[in-house]
Each structure stands twice: as C-alpha cells, then as structure tokens.
C-alpha cells in the first residue's frame, strides 16, 4: 500500500520525487544556506512540484471530504446546496479537484503564486472533468481580489509562506461573515520534544531543505516551518483578526485547523 498502490492513503513513493530534487538543487542550496537561506519555490527542480503534489493527493482523496471538511462546523451543508471555494496555495490542483467532484454544486477557484503549477492545475481540471466548476488564478495569497467566500483553504502550504499572518488577514478580508478557514498542516506538537519521533524528524529535514528557504525568500520571511504547531498557528490567526480558532481533525500525518471571524 505505501509503495504500489497509488489510491492508498498511505502511498508514499511519491516522496522520492521530492528527495531527488533536493539533491538536485543540492549545490543552490548550499549556496542559500551559506547566504541569508533564501531559496524559492520555483527555482527548484520541476520534480519537487510532481513529487509534492503525488505525495499529498492519498491523504487529500482519503481524508478531505469523508473526515475534514465534515468535521468543520456547517461546511458541508454550504457546499452541498452551492458555494464558494478558494484553495490558496493549489499547486497542481490535486486538494480543488477532489471538492469539486465532491461537490458538483459549488464553485471553486485555485490560487497560487507559481505559474508553471497554475497551468498545470488548468490541464488537471480538464482531464478531471471539473473545469467548467474550477477556475486557476496565478496571485499570491495576499494579492487576489475576489471575496465573499463561504471556505477559504490552505493545505500544507501556509507554513512556507514569507507573511503568514499577511496570508491570513487577506482571508478575513475575503470572506463571508460566517465563512470558515480550512487550514491543513503538517502534524506537529508545540515544541521540539513533542516532534522528536519519525514523522516530527521527517517533516523538520523537508521544512530545512524546502519550506524554510522558501518562506525567507519572500517579503517578511517568518519562516514558521512545517513544525509550527497548533499554538504557534493559533497566534498567526488571531494577529490576523480571528476570534476563532480550534482543531477540528488530525491524522497521523496532518493537523486539520479550523479558523472563523
């Protein structure tokens, strides 16, 4: 099931996409960590995008609409008679296409910062059969201007944003009065001796070669990395204006956050 079944939730074979592109960009990140550790998204290896997104869709298949999303208070109900989605951060596309089957009532739209993984989401969407559902927007997750949202979603990627809490508050801003904040992050404790198992180990190597370097890239540069935790996370939302912020679901891999005004 982890190396040979691609539909399993615990398929993992994927990640060996990400591992070859580190080593690929292995000599650019020496640089950056010899630097000011600044490497960004898109100057990694075009496997680190492939690999990212077949490592998480398992989890995404497995989980979203049958345990996460149901776990969100009044969520389901919205997008069963037609909603507004956002997925920021949407890279391929893989955590917007599963909703869109899910719900054929509801409309959706990715947004991410990088353009290649934008095209690629539009080509995702086709093959899918959902395109007529799901737009693709190439902004960051401060800069796109469509509101009134009944779900905004960040799925393992507010962590390796330069201004999280910037990220946050153009979500506040974009949704409904009584729209929720789905945010998906990798499985953490609140301090080092809680994450000193296996998945805690796997997940700060990951955030040091990938999502730290990115974060300090961008403006701001918080580098919150993939090893926040659930106390840290709730302090970003609240400087963000939230007045609501509770865990809603967890897999062994996954903290599922749930974040209201």
């Not at 089957?101 to 934008?118: C, N, T």
């Not at 999280?164 to 974009?174: F, K, L, S």
């Not at 296996?198 to 918080?222: D, H, K």
Request: hydrophobic letters at 45%; aromatic letters at 10%; glycine letters at 10%.
């Amino acid at each position: 099931m982890a190396l040979a079944v691609e539909d399993s939730p615990v398929f993992v074979a994927p990640g060996q996409s990400v591992v070859a592109s580190c080593f690929m960009d292995l000599d650019k990140v020496i640089q950056a960590f010899r630097g000011d550790g600044a490497f960004p998204w898109g100057a990694h290896h075009q496997r680190m995008f492939h690999g990212v997104e077949k490592f998480f869709r398992p989890g995404y298949q497995a989980n979203l609409t049958t345990a996460w999303l149901p776990a969100l208070g009044g969520v389901v109900a919205k997008l069963e008679r037609g909603g507004r989605v956002a997925d920021v951060g949407c890279g391929h596309a893989a955590s917007t296409i599963v909703m869109a089957k899910a719900y054929p009532r509801s409309q959706f739209v990715g947004i991410d910062f990088h353009k290649p993984s934008i095209e690629t989401a539009g080509h995702r969407a086709a093959a899918a059969g959902v395109a007529n559902r799901v737009r693709f927007e190439a902004a960051t997750a401060q800069a796109y201007t469509e509101r009134d949202f009944d779900l905004i979603c960040f799925f393992d990627c507010l962590h390796d944003m330069g201004d999280p809490v910037g990220a946050a508050r153009h979500a506040r801003q974009a949704l409904k009065d009584d729209g929720t904040v789905l945010l998906v992050e990798p499985f953490a404790g609140n301090d080092l001796a809680a994450n000193s198992t296996p998945v805690g180990r796997l997940f700060y190597a990951a955030s040091t070669m990938v999502c730290t370097p990115n974060s300090l890239s961008q403006e701001v540069g918080l580098a919150l990395g993939a090893q926040a935790g659930e106390a840290r996370l709730g302090r970003v939302f609240a400087e963000a204006g939230f007045t609501r912020f509770r865990r809603a679901a967890e897999t062994p891999f996954n903290l599922i956050l749930e974040a209201r005004k």
